[in-house]
């Protein structure tokens, strides 16, 4: 026992019990206890019925790995305390030969955690408890299938014993005896595969399967602490920002039998549908069950409700049907639950010979779209307040909300139709196992992940790909609750695939679908196609349109949109956005039409040659902005000047240079010298920005020139007027902006005096460099705006190449050097602090600055907290994170803190 | 007249008159009157002989440009008041037909500045006043040549009609006549030299010469503030941190006439030796001769002093033997300015009928060698203290001193010997223009300017060249003044020298030297010698070791060295470095019988791979540190684990890559697809650094047990113990040094116990990116030191890559937004903000965290003066750097303030 060999422990209180006479935990407590130990805790303080049991915390964990994986010597003390009022409540004892208390042993950490040792069952069983159970029970079926149930459970787990093993000594004895169910199996029948469940065990380990149930429960418990380090819970962790030293509490709780008869059942529930967020109970159960069965997807469940069966096209009875007395006190435990919890729960509950018992309530996952209903509703029906009601959505899992669905006039070739598991269309090649799906998707690719079913072990490749087909399980099987929490489109349990991932390929319905192949599917039809079906955009719901609006109610930021294109322009209005944060003119150059004047204008040497090529842009650049203002009308649009190094826009291999000096009717060798000449060996941290401006200054006189120009244009069209905000990337001198400043004001007084209008504008910076951050109050001197660009603030502040990181990000990720992607959510002690040094400094000098930022990290909820706390004015991000930062913004300005800040 | 057309203006006192009755400056007045102003005004205040004058302030030059050039409206009023009082001196009057005073304009900016107009004589003089001087002096021939001076200086300087025009009038008049001299011609012959001079005027501009003696002067006066701005004085200031607010000076003196006949004289002269030091006059005049024929190098000066004379074979007599009166009142004079200024001056006099006019004194140019020499004896002589004897060092002038001479031993095949006008030995291919010096020298190739003699213009050139040689003037010509500030090797006035620009060739004793060919110059012994002689270190003086020595009781600042190898570590112990700040472990990985193995060890996918070829490098690397160890007994040695991304290890083009395939016995394939994997968009924002280590940690593994091995190896010989100081390149958060502290100490346990010694050392970072100095509070808890890493903290904190900075970096330069080069000398305001904060905020964490620099600034005497005011513990620079870090360190410590902060 590993207790006794601590070297060196910490004491405290590590046990609370509940049910029974005493509960110690309450809701309010799941850092201690785990969210299952505080929920059953809850739950006994509410008088509903719980079986007692109690839970080791989430310190003891955190302790455990301290002491170098051994236990506080007070602790087997306070577990023997806690299981005496286990006996006490049920009058059975644990061990006891003649009427043997059985428990289980459950994980429940902070936050839920697939990937971790989930759950043992019936532990306490031995060659002797077993036949305490049979006689005091009255059903030696029962007992044998308790213990065989326990022996695969606990072996697999536990001791790592794999489950194949077992299944193939049941399928053997069934074969052998023309069996087909397990409940045809008889007594003993199920005591012949104990028997050789158990030689098994003793072959693979070289020791007997252990039959002290002390022996047993310390080897459950240390399972479970063991288990928070394992892989897959470690790749969760990392998946979902959750650090390490949260810690994992055990439950340690008395069984109660869902497959002690017909009078017995064990089922899940949502109190409201998962999916759609319909305010109608939702779930499914088995008869004569133990609750694995039902999420493992062994058998079909039956559903809960008649409605729910009906709309299922279930043949099965429901619940409600033939448990009518114990689903009438389910129900009142719901109505209960979800008005103490203030929140749709997701529930599991055992009935054991007819009586109800409640053994996990917990906050139920939910469709974004579901989530987005449920808020919605309970504040109107006056459950939650608005703010409330805005806090509950995930901003980021607005995404699932503004991806497109299938075309609904396209043609489709449905293969089969499995359940609508997770909704969203996606579509991509097949691929059959979670590595290639990884493999595949970090080569570009979109894949579908085709599987059996699901397990924790699947989940990196769940997240590489675009969406998971099943043959097998239902709608809160692994496969559809984690694609639900990913965003992922699933269809589940399509049992009409067979699928052979030896040959790599499903069949249904006499077609063959090999890897590699195109499927379409639909998470919220359930459909599975052949090939690509075109897509549409979403039809936001009522729900989205007032959620969006009490969200704009509350949120002190602005939200602006990263747009190039009037196209982008169009849909980020639509989103709500409220401006253009970042109009990058370089996507403009690529045109067709345009690159060959570019690079004329590149190729030359002599300012004369770049200002004829820069003339022959400037109708084109005009006619750019004169749209997207048209699209803006009464808003800003912040414009940055051409950013990147000229070499970009310059053909690389020897035969492109020669289509291009052929083009451009230059010599194709004088054309290569000069690629050679711009070629740079950082690129990142060469000529571009304003650098560009400082030696070319046509180029931005060019681009001032095209904007004042559209600008006019525009008002002159009347309706609202456009102030475009020019922008001037990569200042790290104020000089630098005081100089190309000056040129862009003698443009606009040259257009001026040409228009007889003087055009409207601003002018200010990005800040995306240390050194600008740094001289803030300098820069401020000259400029009317800062825009932080915190993609490139990042690669500086970090000397870190986006586009090299990937080779030890991974590294980085695994060695928690990083908790997340810095180009992910901004990191707030580096980056961050220069953004509030600038912010600071540049407000000290000029205290009407307006401040924004326009990295990626705009549409990044985490990094949309951060900019609302360091007063910046305005966030800007691409289009469809638009509706995501509204939502950020808003959460931001309600918390009062950074909501994801570490 | 610009002064009317001043649309508007400040007002102030603009003027400051000196000499006769009235002197209103003194010698700390020169940021106002400029350096000749203020020294002018000294001596009058001195009551040395100092004809009258006045001083037009640099703030007027300010005013000027920042009204458009146009004078201040109250200018011309205090100019009359000025001049009056000259007139009033004199008694003569400007414009005056019958007694006209004449007035010389010089420039005058608070720092000598070529390139600069500079001097206009005689002005004053038209066809009426050249009449009234003529008979006031009756010398008729005295008045027509400074009247013919005074047209053919103010048409090239004001004017702008180029004097090859005038050049050539005289030589057609002197030819027609027969005449060979410029002493030959009477005052008929320049009567008709004049009427031609006026003529070529008129025919070139299309108006006459200007007549009135007013708009000479206001001429002149524009000329010189114009010439402020002028391409060549830009140039001067760029390449010496001038900036351009500073502004020029004018001077307005009454003319004394060193060209009245043989009673007369002109001459320079330096107090000391400037080239040795020697406490010996020395100095140069010309009879009945001008001011700027000396300078010029028209004709061959004369010595001063007898000694002089002897040294330098000269058949001319020496001003003491010819004129020992005034030579008496000269040295008189010499004596009292030098125990007056405390430091060596550089005069100018002219001697008039017998009387002695003082023109002008200033802290003379001289050579590093001088420098010292002159420091170290007026210390000696109590005529200034240590400290002061160190301050007057520039720190920078110490690489003279270090720089090669030309081995004794060596055979040499001398073509010509002329002044050695500017220490050091330098070889390279002969130029002929500054042009082409520039071009070759930015190619790469060492050049050796050859020229007649050089002007302002030729600077550029100059500066690249490794040396120049002239065929004319003398050691204060331009050639030599400007090669001795700029530390190049120089031999001027070498006669025997044929110069032919147009066939790009020099002929000497009848041989041809083309361009291209090699020659080699000793600017110490005046010697040209064909081909390329083998240099020698420099034997360092008495002096040098003296001046070290009392540098090294001021200062506070610890010099360490940059030294990769036993070679380059015993240079610099030599040169006094205190240790090895940085030590690269990479360019050791560089070495041919390693690089096979390094690339092993790249190829491999797997670590077991790696591990393999590091075993390979395990004893050779031990090796490096025990000779550097070895030879930096009793020192600290901070060695950097490797640094570079690994792709910099491999071949790169198909070719290379065959040959390294077969080397290594892998397939080219496999290894060509293995670079490209490698190979990285931004090397410099990489996988490089302690990423590496992270990734790899075989890799930093393998070092540190060659550290801990080599350390105890030289440990065991005895002698002093040393201890390595184990340096993380490229951290950017706590956690890397965490992890990576611990692989490494972990080494060291396994050496101590293999070996029965622990060994002994220290654990730090480079601080070199902005996000490392925020967090170095979070980092000193794991750092031992720091070492701060400004070249890659410059390159991140900017965003510019050293790299590719060249393409904008001149451009910046001249658009004054670096005053100087960041990479050069440290950038205060950004980078060295970061310094800042990190050195607070890592001993706030740790207080007795060591401190120190590595980067290229460690040499920097700016940057080091930083560094001591930053309370940096040391500076670590490159081997022949030390000696001028020593120095800097000193003066760091003495002035208490940052030396060229700006």
């Keep these: 026992m590993s207790s006794s060999t601590a070297n060196q422990s910490k004491t405290g209180k590590w046990v609370y019990s509940f049910g029974g006479d005493k509960t110690e935990g309450q809701a309010d407590m799941r850092n201690l206890l785990g969210g299952k130990g505080a929920n059953l805790a809850e739950m006994s303080n509410l008088g509903l019925p719980v079986p007692p049991g109690f839970t080791i915390t989430t310190d003891l964990c955190t302790a455990y790995y301290d002491n170098d994986r051994n236990y506080p010597t007070d602790l087997d003390g306070q577990m023997s305390d806690a299981m005496a009022l286990i006996e006490q409540a049920v009058g059975m004892k ?92 008889d007594a003993d029948d199920w005591r012949i595969v104990v028997k050789g469940f158990k030689d098994k065990v003793e072959e693979e380990l070289g020791r007997p399967f252990p039959q002290s149930p002390q022996d047993q429960l310390w080897g459950a418990i240390s399972a479970v602490f063991g288990s928070w380090m394992n892989r897959r819970a470690v790749t969760y962790r990392k998946l979902n920002d ?27 529930a949502f109190t409201r549908d998962p999916s759609t967020g319909a305010a109608e109970f939702y779930g499914e159960y088995l008869v004569n069950a133990q609750g694995e069965d039902v999420v493992a997807g062994i058998r079909t469940p039956q559903q809960l409700t008649i409605k729910s069966k009906e709309a299922q096209h279930s043949k099965l009875p429901a619940m409600e049907e033939i448990m009518p007395v114990v689903y009438g006190e389910l129900v009142d435990v719901y109505k209960q639950l979800e008005k103490h919890y203030r929140d749709m729960q997701d529930i599991e509950f055992t009935v054991q010979q007819g009586k109800l018992w409640m053994l996990q309530t917990r906050s139920g996952k939910r469709t974004a779209k579901a989530a987005l209903k449920i808020a919605v509703d309970m504040a109107n029906e006056g459950l939650i307040s608005k703010d409330e009601a805005v806090c509950r959505i995930e901003p980021s899992s607005l995404d699932q909300l503004l991806h497109p669905t299938l075309d609904p006039d396209a043609e489709r070739d449905i293969l089969t139709r499995g359940l609508p598991a997770s909704p969203g269309a996606a579509c991509g090649e097949v691929v059959f196992n979670a590595d290639e799906a990884e493999v595949e998707a970090a080569a570009g690719k979109s ?57 790599q390929v499903f069949t249904v319905a006499g077609r063959s679908i090999k890897k590699g192949d195109i499927i379409t599917i639909d998470g919220s039809s359930g459909n599975v196609m052949m090939g690509e079906v075109p897509t549409v955009q979403p039809e936001l719901s009522g729900d989205f349109g007032a959620l969006m609006v009490w969200a704009d109610g509350s949120r002190a930021l602005g939200v602006r949109t990263n747009a190039d294109t009037p196209e982008d322009s169009r849909v980020a209005r639509e989103f709500g956005a409220e401006g253009i944060g970042l109009c990058r003119t370089e996507h403009m150059f690529f045109d067709a039409e345009r690159i060959l004047a570019v690079r ?21 650049q005009r006619q750019d902005f004169v749209e997207i203002f048209r699209i803006m009308a009464g808003l800003p649009v912040t414009i940055r000047l051409l950013d990147p190094p000229l070499h970009e826009f310059l053909p690389h291999t020897e035969e492109e240079i020669a289509g291009v000096a052929e083009a451009a009717g230059v010599d194709a060798k004088y054309l290569g010298h000069r690629v050679k000449e711009l070629a740079e060996s950082n690129p990142m941290l060469g000529h571009r920005g304003c650098r560009l401006g400082i030696s070319y200054p046509e180029i931005y006189e060019m681009q001032a020139r095209a904007i004042f120009e559209a600008a006019l244009e525009v008002s002159a069209e009347g309706g609202e007027t456009v102030i475009p905000e020019v922008m001037i990337p990569l200042v790290a001198t104020a000089k630098e902006l005081e100089i190309l400043k000056a040129k862009i004001a003698a443009v606009a007084d040259l257009v001026a005096t040409e228009k007889g209008t003087a055009p409207h504008y601003l002018i200010g910076t990005m800040i995306e460099l240390p050194r600008a951050a740094l001289q803030a109050g300098e820069i401020a001197k000259e400029a009317e705006f800062f825009s932080f660009g915190t993609n490139d603030l990042t690669q500086t502040t970090f000397g870190i190449s986006r586009d090299d990181a990937a080779r030890f990000l991974d590294d980085y990720i695994n060695q928690e050097i990083f908790t997340v992607d810095p180009f992910v959510s901004i990191d707030q002690d580096g980056v961050g602090e220069l953004v509030k040094i600038a912010a600071e400094r540049g407000r000290s000098t000029r205290d009407d600055l307006k401040l924004g930022i326009c990295g990626e990290h705009g549409g990044d909820p985490a990094s949309v907290a951060f900019c609302h706390n360091t007063g910046l004015d305005y966030v800007s991000c691409s289009p469809y994170r638009v509706p995501i930062a509204r939502l950020s913004a808003a959460q931001a300005a309600i918390q009062g803190f950074a909501t994801g800040s570490d």
Tied chains: 1, 2.
């Design 94 to 185: 644990f061990g006891d030969t003649s009427d043997p208390l059985l428990v289980s042993v459950r994980s429940g950490a902070r936050a839920s955690m697939p990937g971790m040792m989930d759950t043992v069952l019936n532990l306490g069983l031995n060659d002797e408890t077993v036949e305490g159970l049979a006689a005091k029970s009255g059903d030696a079926r029962f007992a044998y299938d308790s213990y065989r149930r326990f022996i695969q459970m606990y072996s697999d787990v536990v001791l790592e014993v794999d489950h194949y093993h077992f299944e193939e000594i049941l399928e053997l004895h069934k074969e052998g005896k023309g069996l087909n169910l397990d409940t045809d199996l």
């Design 600 to 620: 004329q204008m590149i190729v030359a040497e002599e300012e004369t040659g770049r200002r004829e090529a820069l003339a022959k842009l400037l109708p084109m």
């Design 242 to 268: 959750i650090p390490a030293e949260w810690g994992t509490a055990v439950n340690v709780q008395a069984m109660v039998f869902g497959n002690m008869g017909d009078d017995c059942a064990t089922g899940v």
């Design 447 to 503: 894949v579908i992940l085709v599987r059996v079913e699901t397990s924790p072990e699947d989940i990196h490749g769940m997240h590489a790909a675009k969406g998971i087909l099943t043959s097998r399980g239902g709608m809160t099987s692994h496969a559809a609750v984690v694609a639900r929490g990913m965003g992922r489109a699933c269809v589940a349990g399509a049992g009409a695939l067979t699928v052979d991932y030896a040959q």
